[in-house]
């Protein structure tokens, strides 16, 4: 019989806990098990994504001994000839250039919190620079900058389980049943209790088929139309005026930002009908208890902060937080994308959202590490292109779980300026595309091979355990992080992960109670939880203190912006990338899993509407040319009534159809988030 190892799932941040059959050292299967968030489910990736640990070899092999490139060819070495040399070379690089010449990531997938915590302890008090963030800058970026504005915590206010028991669930831009198939069965569930549903989405998504009301408004105008929520709301009065005298700030001034944004007035600009625009708040404003949640539909436009705060203003104006089954749920894609923001894995924060250029929390930091630690923000991710080839100013780049290559835009302006860099460390579990711009490759241990914790996208920290052990020379992440610090000459050693949690929750009072004691005692913490004696927090702003300065709510409207290129007469169409049920991010564990290959095993498709496949005489399956101003794709079309005239999707996960050759990478001004929603393009038939 095999063995049953408690886990929990890698594919997405619903954080479903499950059990690793183990047999003769080997995974052989999964089974669901009673975790918060799941309560005995799972979806098809979590039942079939074990198979990479087996390294079936399907689309590309396990990492299995640490390479250099030496005479531009990569050579396998042993682990102390990789970590000696890539010391010297990092050292060199930072005595000739200076610390802030280096770039490190974070990573959002298998490594785990307490390697994330690792990197970025050595980012800043190793090499001495506060230049190290991760991927949830081309995702989750505004819902941080834009909630910790708004509410004072850039994270789901609600837990997951609570959507269930919503009477009202406001989904925008946000297609659970593709990116987060758990939590699309609690919105089916919310819906078999009663709950009405209400879609905003320019595409037709499963729970816009199931939603009481789906409002098809154009890519790039979520701002206008939650300006024009918000003029509902506050001009038929249906707004909670006690709630928002006692426990908001900015009602003027938002007035005055929405006065012009009528529901007749954004029509125009979105497309959504006046009488749809009135009669969505209408619903939203009376329900007893409403949830909004929402996913890159809000967060990948280069307006997306400030719609962040805008639907945060929607939550604060009708008193919709602060109590049970209510919120505001940005819907974490990858499976650990909050637990890197957690651990700091940012530019500015340290671990537990403690700002970097705080003199108090800077000289607490240096007097656990015993280093001086940098006194400026550090770079952010997606700056990273424009800062090589434009500005000269990165020399090296610590690539840490992340293949940016095929995830992040623009992939070809990333690959000049990756090849561009005096040094490049790769450290990941599969040869990917950003490891072929590597000098030094160094393997690591996958999920199911170490031990650790994972935060789900709702503040759930939960243990991952090692199941079996790891095939080839590989090490778990923190060690190999620990070992280059050490060669660099600060020494740094660890013997297990509890030793690094307990040190990380010792400098971050939102999380010094969540011990690992306590993850097995109940299941899981969600933070904060201050205290060993606390239980965690379900839910935010009991009692309505909003962890913002003043400790009120702030309201938020402004000018809605178009996105940045539009479409012309070269490039008539809209590209949006998206995502597909049955593989994760950048399809190197999902694609080497024989099950879920059968789901779905064929580069990537482009979406079209029935009109332009008329148009352009294009048939429901044909190999079209994919074009915009950055490059040059092939993929197969599929004609969809799901999509609108004009607009187009391609999912990001293929390389061969990679879309991110297409995008662009306009930045939001605050968060640094490229619009990967919105890139004009052509089709043609070839
Ligand atoms: Fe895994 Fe997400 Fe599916 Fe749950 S919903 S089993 S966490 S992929």
Redesign the pocket.
């Known amino acids: 019989m095999a063995d049953k190892v408690l886990t929990v799932?890698p594919?997405?941040g619903?954080?479903?806990q499950l059990h690793l059959l183990v047999d003769k050292g080997q995974v052989i299967g999964a089974e669901p098990a009673n975790g918060r968030t799941?309560e005995g489910t799972?979806?098809l990736?979590?039942h079939y994504g074990w198979d990479f640990l087996n390294d079936p070899q399907i689309l590309t092999a396990r990492l299995r001994k640490p390479m250099i490139r030496k005479n531009g060819v990569m050579e396998e070495v042993e682990w102390n000839e990789a970590i000696q040399y890539t010391a010297e070379r990092l050292s060199a690089i930072k005595e000739k250039y200076g610390p802030d010449s280096i770039m490190g990531t974070g990573s959002a997938r298998g490594p785990g919190n307490e390697a994330n915590y690792v990197m970025q302890k050595f980012m800043r008090a190793v090499i001495g620079t506060n230049n190290i963030d991760h991927c949830a800058r081309v995702c989750h970026g505004p819902s941080v900058a834009g909630l910790t504005y708004s509410l004072g915590d850039g994270a789901m206010s609600n837990s997951i389980p609570e959507i269930e028991h919503s009477d009202l669930l406001f989904v925008f831009g946000y297609n659970a049943p593709e990116t987060?198939?758990?939590v699309a069965r609690r919105i089916v569930a919310a819906k078999q209790r009663g709950a009405k549903i209400i879609v905003c989405d320019p595409r037709m998504t499963e729970t816009g088929r199931i939603a009481d009301m789906w409002l098809p408004l154009k890519g790039g105008s979520n701002m206008a139309l939650v300006n024009a929520f918000g003029h509902v709301l506050v001009h038929e009065g249906l707004y909670d005026k006690r709630y928002v005298e006692a426990n908001t700030e900015g009602f003027a001034e938002y007035v005055e930002n929405i006065k012009k944004y009528t529901p007749e007035y954004a029509e125009g600009i979105t497309g959504v009908k006046a009488a749809d625009i009135r009669a969505a708040m209408r619903e939203y404003a009376k329900a007893p208890t409403a949830t909004i949640l929402y996913g890159m539909g809000v967060c990948q436009f280069s307006q997306a902060v400030d719609v962040v705060k805008g639907l945060a203003s929607l939550a604060l104006l009708t008193g919709n937080l602060g109590k049970p089954n209510v919120g505001i749920g940005p819907v974490r894609g990858q499976?650990n994308v909050q637990g890197s923001c957690d651990m700091g894995a940012l530019p500015n924060v340290y671990p537990g959202y403690q700002d970097v250029i705080d003199t108090a929390v800077r000289k607490k930091f240096e007097k656990a590490w015993g280093v001086e630690l940098p006194r400026k923000k550090g770079y952010s991710l997606t700056e990273v292109p424009h800062l090589i080839l434009k500005e000269n100013k990165l020399k090296a780049y610590y690539i840490f779980g992340e293949d940016p290559v095929q995830s992040d835009p623009n992939a070809a302006e990333l690959r000049e300026a990756l090849e561009k860099l005096e040094f490049v460390v790769v450290q990941d579990i599969f040869m990917n595309k950003t490891a072929l711009h590597a000098d030094v490759i160094l393997p690591s241990t996958a999920w199911g091979e170490h031990d650790g914790v994972y935060s789900s996208a709702d503040r759930g920290f939960q243990r991952i355990r090692k199941a079996v052990e790891p095939q080839g020379d590989v090490k778990p992440d923190w060690a190999i992080i620990s070992e280059v610090a050490t060669a660099m000459g600060y020494p740094m050693s660890y013997a297990n992960t509890e030793e690094i949690w307990d040190e990380m929750r010792s400098l971050s009072p939102l999380f010094a109670g969540a011990s690992y004691q306590k993850m097995e005692e109940q299941g899981g913490v969600q933070w904060p939880c201050p205290t060993e004696d606390h239980p965690g927090t379900p839910y935010l702003y009991k009692g309505n203190q909003f962890s913002t300065p003043s400790g009120k709510g702030r309201l938020f409207a402004c000018e809605w912006r178009p996105p940045q290129e539009q479409p012309d007469v070269q490039f008539p169409l809209v590209l949006s990338t998206v995502r597909e049920v049955g593989h994760y991010s950048v399809r190197t564990m999902t694609g080497n899993c024989r099950a879920l290959r059968q789901l779905s095993d064929e580069p990537g498709f482009i979406q079209i509407s029935p009109e332009d496949g008329a148009d352009l005489n294009i048939l429901d399956g044909e190999i079209v040319a994919i074009s915009s101003r950055r490059g040059r794709i092939m993929a197969r079309a599929q004609i969809s009534d799901r999509v609108q005239k004009g607009a187009t999707y391609m999912t990001y996960h293929w390389w061969v159809g990679a879309c991110n050759e297409l995008t662009a990478d306009f930045l939001d001004p605050v968060s640094k988030t490229p619009e990967l929603k919105y890139c004009a393009i052509r089709l043609e038939r070839i």
Do not use: A
């Open positions: 799932c594919y997405c619903s954080g479903c799941n799972l979806c990736k979590g987060h198939p758990i499976n």
